[in-house]
């Protein structure tokens, strides 16, 4: 409560003092205070300065506010815009520079131009400033009301969350958890990352009844009783209360016990138009100019609004504070500075009390005035936004403005709320509507697929062109794709084929590779492989459209065992086109599919390439796929801890973006990952997390043989192997055989070998062979081997023998350990003890070196069973290394700090510091100057 003693509070001022005491090492954390309306957040954050903990921090604060949700960054901007423009800190330009300098066009600061734009650079670039600005000295970012944040602001702090244990910071949050939003998704998701979570009681009858005392002195015991379940302990309730009961010069004696339920909370609105409508005019029409606004709205404006005098201004800003109804944030002085009013809640009972037609107006004069004063588009559309269409061109125009600075800083969301405002505006002809709409659909497949549907279908109808039908009804057959509207999508699109006009064979081959790639997630709808086969005979160009149709037929290729489908996919995405100008199309994705199951060695460049352009110029959709499918490569390799660590980015971008096409993929392969690390129970969280699959369309097959391996791992053999066969039924159903992609018939063998079923294994392994031969490709091939030799007994050991060669020296070094340690423990069985120790001892070293827990411990009992003593030695050199491991050391040879790599590589500085620590162990040095003689 404003000017009163904060009560009740300290159990929540001590937790959070140790989390600040823990940032200030260096160990950030975010704090969530969760509270109703008035129950005191902002006053216990108000009192986080007081604390001595605080001291060294610079605290930097923020207010989301409910028209502020429609500004881009709102709360970031309210969080960083008066550090940079202080002048006492004169590191402004140190702060925005190198991998932060995205963040520039967001925070109104001058530069040149950003070559890095989108998304994922503006976010990258904000963590870079906030970075930056900790190196000077630790910092917390106190957000208040954030559950009236804006989009863009929460997924800031989304993307800030993995860094907090490098830096030190603290991020603390308030929110209202009952409050109704509409980003209640990415809210809950920085909730439950929150290692502090504080949730404020009301006070107690103690505390209300002290309160009320101290200030109305002596009362009845009944009246004070009404007055506590009149606020039931509600901090703002109790003040409004108090304040109403004083100015109104109530007795508080029993007779006027029942009148207090009549001044309660309730009537706050009540009560502040009653205070207003004792005032002079002037001081009225300042409030109620002042609720058309955020937090810390510029005097002058405010005034130009009210159509008051700036002295009159400086009057009412003086009356209000004195009302305890407005604060400033800085001093007034000649009819400057920046006021706010105390609580939302204030702002409300005020903005209310004002008509439906009143604020509409008020707002469309507060957008003229703002774009008069030279403020930023997406400020004055925010006030459009709560306007009635004029059919003014100038507002038009102002919107439009703010669709593309929107869209340039990252903010796709706000984008797609201005443009459904221009389409409430009268057009000039169905040309500008048509253009308006289509609009609308690309920016929403960005970020609402429904949305995109729902606008590219009103263009599709509305197109009378056969140009404008072909190109139109593109889009729209790629929407209802990603919305997994399949049969909608090949009505479309075949539709489209039709009308292409002649010379538009880029606009051809993109329909087409569209159209493939139908069949590729719908299994009833295969035939469309037949229909269109003469795309594989036609010579594809060198554009975006032939290198999408290359990719999607090299995957049917892929599936199908054809090896035709290798060179496809390498020519539709080595070059780096799509990389550039379509990541993350579903096309290009099954190139990357192609890639991965013939473990091509440009496959890590490739996805590196991707991951890099993602960050720097890409949307938040386009990062989960190419996080996603390098750290499934990574897996196959058997860089395990690499893998995790992109398929846990991978599944931070599809929950940030709200992209749930990847949720399966994702899903399985992290579920995967964790599983071959021995980490049975995160693994089964994380298939809890991905679901169960509803339909048989999408590539849900993934997850299904997950779940098979899993149930496995744990023992439940007959319902593994049930689940494998269902996955090998979607497999056929989507005309898979190839092994590279799905190992269902292994899967089920080893689930069968479990249960004492060896002659059924043997058939199911025995075609697995028979497809892996055919695709020709080592770790798919020795895997089959190895499980051929298992199930086999005595008799498979030749097959254990050459699964071994097979993958000696290919990229597959988990299957290679996995090879050896059979093969070994074959050997060991059947007397040939010299073979086994040495090939036990081996696989030992690359399963230390993959992570694979289990597979170790069991090498482990191997050896010993043999009466070895396992060795403690690693593989060592530059062979050694991991992909990130090598990167980071190329770039350390060069002369960059760490913080340079990081920022090169969008991971943390202490990712860099635990990568280099384990590199100069494999390479066996001790500092970064030797480095460049081991790269050589």
């Not at 129970?681 to 369309?697: I, R």
């Not at 590279?740 to 089920?748: D, G, P, T």
Request: overall charge negative.
């Amino acid at each position: 409560m404003c000017g009163w003693e904060i009560v009740e509070r300290d159990t929540e001022l001590e937790s959070l003092a140790r989390a600040f005491d823990a940032a200030r090492e260096s160990a950030g954390s975010l704090s969530v205070i969760d509270g109703a309306a008035g129950i005191g957040k902002s006053r216990l954050l108000s009192e986080l300065s007081t604390l001595p903990q605080t001291a060294e921090f610079s605290l930097l604060y923020a207010r989301g506010s409910e028209l502020e949700q429609e500004l881009p960054f709102g709360v970031v901007r309210q969080l960083m815009e008066p550090a940079l423009h202080s002048e006492r800190h004169g590191r402004t330009d140190e702060w925005l520079s190198g991998a932060a300098a995205p963040a520039r066009h967001v925070l109104g600061q001058i530069g040149s131009r950003i070559e890095n734009e989108g998304e994922s650079a503006t976010l990258n670039g904000l963590v870079r400033l906030v970075a930056n600005m900790c190196r000077s000295h630790p910092l917390a970012l106190i957000m208040d009301d954030m559950q009236w944040a804006d989009i863009s602001s929460l997924r800031f702090v989304l993307k800030l969350l993995p860094e907090l244990e490098d830096l030190p910071l603290a991020l603390v949050v308030a929110r209202r958890p009952s409050e109704p939003i509409s980003e209640t998704r990415l809210l809950d998701l920085v909730d439950s990352s929150a290692a502090l979570r504080l949730s404020l009681s009301p006070l107690s009858h103690a505390a209300t009844l002290n309160i009320l005392r101290r200030q109305l002195g002596k009362s009845d015991p009944d009246f004070l009783r009404s007055c506590f379940e009149a606020t039931t302990g509600n901090p703002l309730y109790l003040r409004e209360l108090i304040r109403s009961i004083t100015s109104e010069n109530i007795d508080p004696s029993f007779a006027n016990s029942a009148r207090v339920f009549g001044i309660g909370p309730r009537s706050i609105v009540r009560w502040v138009a009653r205070r207003l409508s004792h005032l002079p005019l002037a001081i009225t029409k300042f409030a109620r100019a002042a609720s058309i606004f955020s937090s810390h709205v510029d005097l002058a404006i405010v005034a130009s609004l009210a159509e008051i005098s700036p002295a009159e201004a400086l009057e009412a800003t003086r009356t209000l504070v004195g009302m305890e109804i407005i604060r400033t944030t800085s001093v007034p002085l000649h009819g400057t500075g920046h006021i706010e009013f105390v609580h939302p809640l204030i702002r409300v009972a005020v903005y209310e009390n004002q008509s439906y037609a009143e604020r509409a107006d008020a707002h469309s004069r507060a957008a003229t005035i703002l774009a008069q004063s030279g403020a930023d588009s997406q400020q004055i559309a925010a006030h459009l936004l709560l306007t009635s269409a004029t059919g003014d061109p100038v507002q038009m125009q102002l919107l439009q403005t703010a669709v593309s600075d929107a869209l340039e800083q990252g903010a796709p969301e706000s984008a797609l709320k201005y443009l459904r405002r221009c389409l409430l505006e009268p057009v000039r002809n169905e040309g500008e509507r048509l253009e308006l709409l289509e609009s609308l659909g690309h920016v929403a497949l960005r970020v609402d697929l429904e949305a995109a549907v729902a606008s590219l279908h009103q263009a599709y109808e509305l197109a009378s062109a056969p140009g404008d039908q072909s190109r139109i009804g593109y889009s729209l057959g790629v929407a209802l794709l990603y919305s997994s509207r399949n049969h909608e999508a090949r009505k479309i699109l075949e539709r489209s084929l039709s009308r292409v006009l002649p010379g538009e064979s880029e606009l051809q081959q993109k329909i087409l590779a569209y159209l493939l790639n139908i069949a590729a997630v719908e299994p009833t709808c295969q035939d469309i492989v037949g229909q269109y086969e003469h795309s594989w005979s036609i010579p594809p160009d060198s554009n975006i459209g032939g290198k999408l149709l290359d990719c999607i037929i090299s995957f049917h290729d892929m599936v199908r065992c054809r090896r035709a489908g290798i060179e496809r996919a390498i020519r539709g995405i080595s070059d780096g086109v799509l990389s550039r100008y379509a990541i993350g199309d579903s096309p290009q994705v099954c190139g990357w599919i192609t890639l991965l199951a013939a473990d091509a060695e440009q496959t890590e460049d490739i996805l590196d390439t991707c991951v890099e352009q993602g960050e720097r110029h890409g949307a938040l959709r386009d990062l989960g796929p190419a996080y996603m499918f390098r750290g499934r490569n990574r897996f196959q390799r058997g860089d395990l801890r690499e893998a995790e660590i992109d398929l846990r980015k991978s599944v931070q971008a599809i929950e940030t973006a709200g992209a749930t096409i990847g949720v399966p993929i994702a899903g399985a392969y992290l579920a995967d990952t964790l599983m071959e690390q021995g980490r049975l129970k995160e693994a089964s969280s994380v298939l809890d997390w991905a679901g169960v699959p509803a339909t048989t369309s999408g590539p849900v097959y993934w997850l299904l043989e997950s779940r098979a391996r899993l149930l496995r791992l744990n023992g439940n053999y007959e319902a593994a192997l049930q689940a494998a066969i269902i996955c090998g039924d979607r497999a056929a159903q989507h005309d898979i055989s190839n092994p590279a992609v799905l190992a269902w018939r292994s899967e089920a063998a080893l689930s069968l070998y479990s249960l004492s079923r060896s002659k059924e294994a043997r058939v199911y392994v025995d075609e697995e062979i028979f497809f892996a031969r055919k695709w020709a490709v080592p770790r798919p091939l020795g895997r089959a081997l190895r499980v051929g030799g298992l199930v086999s007994g005595p008799q498979g050991l030749h097959m254990l023998e050459e699964a071994m060669e097979i993958l000696k020296g290919s990229p597959a070094r988990l299957e290679y350990a996995k090879a050896l340690s059979d093969l070994g423990s074959a050997q060991r069985r059947s007397g040939r003890r010299g073979a086994a120790k040495e090939h036990l001892q081996a696989a030992l070293e690359l399963a230390r070196l993959t992570g694979a827990k289990p597979l170790a411990d069991q090498i482990s009992i191997e050896l010993s069973i043999a009466g070895v003593r396992p060795h403690k030695r690693y593989h060592s050199g530059v062979e050694a290394l991991t992909p990130s491991e090598r990167r980071i050391v190329e770039l350390a040879a060069e002369g960059a700090t760490n913080r340079q790599i990081a920022q090169a590589l969008f991971v943390s500085a202490k990712t860099v510091e635990v990568h280099l620590s384990s590199s100069y162990r494999k390479l066996g040095v001790t500092s970064r100057s030797e480095l460049a003689r081991c790269l050589a």
